[in-house]
């Protein structure tokens, strides 16, 4: 079985460029995307479920739509954010390691560890290579993918299933509000003469 | 434009600058952590990501949804029912589909060797056994499981939420039944 074409080496060193060097934002990418994906067969699994009354259905489907725009916004935001930050926090050096504090003293930059605009692999250059296969990026990586972890368990299991309950059941209120409307015009509209003279008869 | 612009504006304040320097943290972390976070990086891969995700769901959400008092007791039954049964099923699913698929992919990525077993082999790879190449392993892992749950979140996920959900209901209710008798 061999590869068909161009498009497919393509798309390997595509993803082994764009994401092999840069886990957290992997984790970011396909967890949106796998949210997404999740919401619908969700949303699917409400609508063809006749053991849930249409009433817990006016509730339930609103449930399921802030959930999933909730899930995925908040998933996209607080993830990349608590990431964004980690890794920041590691590579100005804020958060290290001895080996890698120890290197940076040693090339004289030990005044500017943990600054805003130091950047290791900038600052270092060439001599990068010396510490990033052992030390650097694994610790990194480790970082990145701890913060990613913990940025979806704050936003999927904390801020969205509070945000979504009290937007749901205000929607649940808004459609049975209007069920009501709905049933008690219906009770007092007759369709036709033969039904209002029925009215009129009683 | 302008968002970068405003961006850029927030980065490069002295303000914020001096906020970040005042942060005390400067030292290195001991060789635990060290250890801890590198350990990290070699086994957390997007599915043990997903079982750590559904664990705490269930440690949290079901208990969001029982507080839930701007709804009626019912609708909060069948809510808290969903929403474990939902879990349950997204984490099952989500974790076997990611695991099988990374690993397939890990399988078939064999740098050097022919035919089926560097089908995932990219050509700009030299050696396999780099973090970059593991954690590219587990990109194009995810991203196939990705694309076989397009078809299992409706096949098994919803059909096994509505399952789980209906069981769930009836045994509340059964309960129920039971002590009121």
Redesign the interface.
């Known amino acids: 079985?061999k590869?068909p074409n161009n498009a497919w080496?393509g798309l390997?060193?595509w993803?082994?460029?764009n994401?092999?060097?840069?886990?957290g934002k992997?984790?970011l990418h396909?967890?949106t995307?796998?949210w997404i994906?999740?919401a619908?067969?969700?949303l699917?699994?409400?609508v063809?479920?006749d053991?849930?009354s249409s009433?817990?259905k006016a509730?339930?489907i609103p449930?399921e739509l802030s959930d999933a725009a909730i899930n995925i916004l908040s998933f996209y935001i607080v993830t990349s954010s608590v990431t964004k930050l980690a890794s920041k926090?590691v590579s100005t050096?804020?958060?290290?390691?001895?080996p890698?504090?120890e290197y940076l003293e040693k090339c004289g930059l030990k005044d500017k560890?943990?600054?805003?605009?130091f950047n290791i692999p900038n600052a270092l250059g060439d001599k990068f290579s010396e510490i990033k296969?052992d030390h650097y990026?694994?610790?990194k990586?480790?970082?990145d993918?701890?913060a990613?972890?913990a940025g979806?368990?704050l936003s999927?299991?904390?801020i969205t299933?509070?945000i979504r309950?009290?937007y749901a059941?205000?929607r649940?209120?808004y459609v049975l509000a209007q069920k009501r409307r709905q049933n008690q015009q219906n009770m007092y509209a007759p369709g036709s003469l033969d039904d209002y003279q029925k009215l009129a008869a009683m | 434009m302008a968002v970068s612009g405003i961006k850029n504006k927030i980065y490069n304040s002295n303000t914020l600058h001096k906020i970040w320097n005042s942060v005390p943290g400067n030292s290195a972390v001991g060789e635990k952590t060290d250890k801890i976070f590198k350990k990290i990086a070699k086994v957390i891969t997007p599915a043990e990501n997903r079982l750590i995700l559904g664990a705490t769901a269930l440690m949290s959400q079901p208990f969001i949804d029982a507080r839930n008092k701007k709804v009626d007791q019912e609708t909060r039954t069948v809510s808290v029912a969903r929403t474990i049964a939902k879990i349950i099923a997204g984490t099952t699913t989500g974790f076997l589909i990611r695991r099988g698929a990374i690993s397939a992919v890990k399988n078939w990525s064999k740098v050097g060797e022919p035919g089926i077993k560097a089908l995932f082999a990219p050509p700009s790879a030299n050696r396999a056994a780099t973090d970059a190449y593991e954690q590219y392993q587990n990109t194009f892992g995810t991203a196939i499981a990705l694309v076989a749950m397009m078809f299992t979140n409706f096949l098994i996920d919803a059909p096994l939420t509505k399952f789980l959900t209906n069981l769930f209901v009836d045994k509340y209710k059964g309960g129920n039944n039971e002590t009121s008798k």
């Open positions: 079985m590869p080496n390997k060193d993803l082994y460029k994401y092999g060097e840069h886990p992997m984790f396909t967890g995307v796998a994906f999740s619908l067969g969700q699917t699994a409400i063809f479920n053991k849930i009433d817990q509730f339930l449930q926090l050096g804020k958060v290290t390691t001895k890698i504090r560890i943990g600054k805003l605009d296969k990026k694994p610790f990586n480790g970082v993918i701890a990613s972890t979806s368990v999927c299991n904390i299933p509070l309950n009290s059941a205000d649940q209120q």
